[in-house]
T-cell receptor, first 112, second 113 residues
């Protein structure tokens, strides 16, 4: 069982919907990340949270809104997405931003 | 900026064949280098790492050597198995352990019995 759990595993949403992706880590880590994985492209780092504060936002459109209420939970709120936002969204955690990452299994998002 | 380039896949091999997946990087200073593996339907798992020049990372029969002179970190395995079928990602980090990673595009490996 992975120490990083993402829900839902699959999500289909229309362009006008609002949905949220959830990530929970059971490893006692204090840093959490969102990555976007699109077909045949490198993984793109979207957001980094360290000690529940956002420390990096890699020019991500405002239709993606992260939230980190505590060190164990990370959300990605989605609204008015575009079809090109369809991808696998991966959450990861680490003990400090200088430690190896532990990934969840991802949420496969399809925007119709 | 920093970047990682991997050989394009898919790579298809027969069981027990020798595997090489090429990875080269561009970075200032002395990054740490990593290989991650993603099995179907799963997230990425750290396979091996090297934190300084000439280090060799190894795990599960896979090896990669940090070559600063050629800015490379090629992944090798002497005898692949069907269970090694997955997507392999090379990555670097400016930090010495690897929190904020820059990934290559991934190389899909398919091993046939």
């Amino acid at each position: 069982e992975t120490g990083v759990t993402q829900t839902p595993r699959h999500l289909v949403m229309g362009m006008t919907n609002k949905k949220s992706l959830k990530c929970e880590q059971h490893l006692g880590h204090n840093a959490m990340y969102w990555y976007k994985q699109s077909a045949k492209k490198p993984l793109e780092l979207m957001f980094v949270y360290s000690l529940e504060e956002r420390v990096e936002n890699n020019s991500v459109p405002s239709r993606f809104s992260p939230e980190c209420p505590n060190s164990s939970h990370l959300f990605l709120h989605l609204h008015t997405l575009q079809p090109e936002d369809s991808a696998l969204y991966l959450c990861a955690s680490s003990q400090g931003i200088n430690s190896p990452l532990h990934f969840g299994n991802g949420t496969r998002l399809t925007v119709t | 900026g920093d970047s990682v380039t991997q050989m394009e896949g898919p790579v298809t091999l027969s069981e027990e064949a020798f595997l090489t997946i090429n990875c080269t990087y561009t970075a200032t200073g002395y990054p740490s280098l990593f290989w991650y593996v993603q099995y179907p339907g799963e997230g990425l798992q750290l396979l091996l790492k090297a934190t300084k020049a000439d280090d060799k990372g190894s795990n599960k029969g896979f090896e990669a050597t940090y070559r600063k002179e050629t800015t490379s970190f090629h992944l090798e395995k002497g005898s692949v198995q069907v269970s090694d079928s997955a997507v392999y990602f090379c990555a670097l980090s400016r930090n010495n352990q690897g929190g904020k990673l820059i990934f290559g595009q991934g190389t899909e490996l398919s091993v046939k019995p």
